[in-house]
């Protein structure tokens, strides 16, 4: 399976703007012929979480965003697994959708850790894209201590958006290169599946870092883009990291 991981350069609450960034991306994205295109956590909005900033950015599911995404599958001929504030009535999540190649909404996945105002879910559930087991995990859900025994069924692959910045200096290389880049691979190990990680890169003080990871259930990195960059990540994943 062919991936692309897209660390997504954005300016926090403006929508329209990195979708449009987005769709300047799709021609180089296309010539590579990805299975599927993986994207960071709350992909277009930025990690918004003041209540009021959310009545107006997040949206439902599916709703206008996923009908954009679903357009933009059928062009690509690739899934696409993004992240999007979503609004259920007036509850919030913070929500990964994979959307397949023919537009169709595959899997839905709620986080199952995070702050108010946002709502969580108990449980993740596995899907099966591509002879891939893929469990959607959402930036620090993948520290959950216990997170293999709430994922339903046994997953292969997890897909981990983040929109992960350091307090102070973001991006940090010296404190990701370190540190923090060895907590992500180390728990990988632990959790022995093939990890999918991407993040957001976001124009604005102290924003998300960027950087995008294949790492194998050895805690190796198979592939990576660059701590601090938008540089797309393109990676075939061989039968045998399964």
Request: aromatic share 8%; charged share 25%; net charge negative.
């Amino acid at each position: 399976m062919r991936v692309c991981l897209v660390p997504l350069r954005i300016i926090p609450g403006n929508s329209k703007s990195n979708l449009e960034h987005f769709f300047v991306l799709l021609p180089k994205i296309k010539l590579f012929k990805p299975d599927l295109v993986c994207l960071p956590e709350c992909t277009f909005s930025g990690y918004i979480f003041e209540e009021q900033e959310l009545l107006h950015i997040s949206e439902p599911v599916p709703g206008n965003l996923t009908q954009i995404i679903s357009a933009i599958a059928k062009q690509l001929d690739a899934a696409i697994c993004f992240g999007v504030l979503e609004a259920d009535n007036l509850d919030f999540y913070i929500t990964q959708l994979l959307i397949e190649r023919n537009g169709d909404l595959r899997a839905k996945q709620r986080k199952i850790s995070e702050k108010p105002p946002f709502k969580t879910v108990e449980r993740i559930n596995t899907f099966t894209f591509l002879d891939f087991n893929i469990a959607l995990v959402t930036c620090g859900d993948l520290f959950t201590p216990d997170l293999p025994s709430k994922i339903n069924g046994v997953p292969n692959l997890i897909i981990n958006s983040m929109s992960r910045s350091f307090d102070n200096k973001s991006p940090n290389l010296n404190r990701w290169n370190n540190f923090e880049r060895k907590v992500y691979l180390e728990r990988v190990r632990e959790l022995g599946i093939t990890t999918l990680i991407v993040n957001s890169l976001e124009d604005c003080n102290e924003g998300a870092f960027g950087g995008a990871l294949v790492i194998d259930p050895s805690g190796n990195i198979l592939a990576e883009a660059p701590h601090g960059s938008d540089e797309i990540l393109f990676f075939d994943l061989p039968e045998t990291v399964k």
